[in-house]
């Protein structure tokens, strides 16, 4: 009889124990559901969610979903909008705003002369700023159409620009100069130096340099011989394809060998480019006839002017050692280098 009620005694204690495990059990399980929701939501708003949880993310874009990131982003994510449409330090525009290139009126323009004019001055006739007074003259045939023979200003600023038909080895010691020294410059660039040195013109655009537009063809004899519309299909070419790989909306141009004529001057302004002539040149870019290193620089010294627009040849070997000579020398006279600005007079 004993053994029979300890026996009930021992089951009953044991029924309770069973009770009251299962019952733990299952208030476990109901609270769980939301506590793995909850971490599960936090989990795909955070910055450092899982490729899956982005992927998941991004598929499935919410109006809600994109306020609720842009709350816990908060400023960071403006001034990321703002670093990604701003221009590098020392830029004189937005480079990454596309430019509408197709306004042209090409009835309009078989109005114009498209007698070729080659650009070319004496320099020993100089005024008292010590400018030549040839830029005058094509003044008055391209400034009705924005052509620029240098910056109008009496201030003692000096603009540097390079021709880069093609890469001979001394750009990247150029653009190491130029970072030393703080000097930002323009880069007129063809489609051969597009297509061979895209690492150099990132390099540029990332250093706060201009990159300007040199023409495709780069035509022995220029331009005008192509005739309006194969100029157009031509700049519009090299345009296109740097705006496309670089975002970078290219605005300066320049003449291969200077040549132009009002129609093709008048066309580029059409597009929304401005012609940049120059104020000084020099032969720098016969590679067989490279100018000693001293005489080039007593040029470039000799000749400066306030609002000098400089053209040199970046396939110089001559430019490359004498680039760093030279600006300290331009600095020295009580000059100093300007960033090439877009919207001039």
């Known amino acids: 009889m004993n053994f029979m009620r300890r026996l009930t005694a021992l089951l009953l204690v044991f029924a309770m124990c069973f009770s009251l495990l299962t019952g733990c059990g299952k208030k476990e399980h109901v609270s769980t559901p ?21 992927a998941s993310a991004s598929s499935q874009p919410t109006e809600e979903g994109d306020a609720s990131q842009s709350e816990n982003n908060g400023g960071e994510s403006e001034e990321a909008e703002e670093s990604g449409t701003a221009a590098p330090v020392g830029s004189p525009y937005d480079y990454t705003v596309k430019m509408d290139v197709t306004n042209v009126d090409f009835a309009a323009l078989k109005d114009l002369n498209n007698e070729a004019i080659p650009y070319g001055f004496s320099t020993k006739n100089r005024d008292d700023l010590n400018r030549p007074d040839g830029i005058y003259y ?27 038909g093609y890469e001979n080895g001394c750009t990247p010691e150029i653009l190491d100069t130029l ?83 009002k129609q093709s001057i008048a066309l580029l302004n059409m597009m929304g480019y401005r012609s940049i002539f120059w104020s000084f040149a020099y032969r720098d870019f016969d590679l067989n006839n490279q100018m000693d290193t001293g005489e080039a620089l007593s040029q470039c010294l000799d000749q400066v002017h306030p609002g000098a627009i400089y053209l040199l040849h970046a396939v110089s070997t001559t ?12 600095r020295e006279k009580g000059y100093d280098f300007g960033v090439f600005p877009v919207d001039v007079n």
């Open 179 to 261: 970072k030393e020294k703080g000097v930002k410059a323009v880069f007129f660039i063809t489609k051969q130096f597009y297509d061979e040195q895209p690492a150099l013109i990132q390099r540029m655009i990332d250093e706060g340099h201009i990159v300007g537009n040199h023409t495709c063809a780069h035509p022995a004899g220029g331009m005008p011989q192509l005739g309006a519309q194969a100029e157009y299909d031509d700049i519009k070419w090299l345009n296109d394809a740097v705006y496309d790989t670089f975002g970078y909306q290219m605005r300066l141009f320049r003449y291969p060998e200077g040549v132009s004529s």
């Open 319 to 330: 430019n490359t050692a004498i680039l760093g000579d030279w600006i300290d020398g331009v």
């Open 34 to 54: 939301d506590a793995s929701t909850s971490a599960e939501t936090s989990s795909s708003q955070s910055v450092d969610a899982s490729d899956e949880g982005d």
């Open 138 to 164: 094509y003044d008055n045939i391209y400034g009705e159409y924005g052509g620029i023979t240098h910056i109008n200003t009496e201030d003692k600023l000096v603009y540097l620009t390079m021709d880069e």
